[in-house]
């Protein structure tokens, strides 16, 4: 799970929001995120846009 933050973290450092936001809803959308790791709010700090 780390991993997966980290590479978000990395996506929006970077400026690649959509990206980043992605993974973060499939994570979402598995039932993979919440707030036991505490970020779950700070991960989701964009809404999905559609592509």
């Known amino acids: ?3 997966l ?3 978000i973290r990395e ?3 970077a400026g690649m ?3 980043a936001n992605t993974i973060a809803h499939e994570m979402l959308d598995l039932g993979l995120l ?3 790791y505490g970020q ?3 991960v989701l700090s964009l809404p999905r846009t559609a592509g």
Request: hydrophobic fraction near 45%; charged fraction near 35%; charge should be negative.
């Open 11 to 13: 996506l929006r450092a």
């Open 40 to 42: 779950g709010a700070a």
């Open 5 to 7: 933050y980290q590479r």
């Open 1 to 3: 799970m780390e991993v």
């Open 34 to 36: 919440d707030d036991a």
């Open 17 to 19: 929001d959509y990206a």
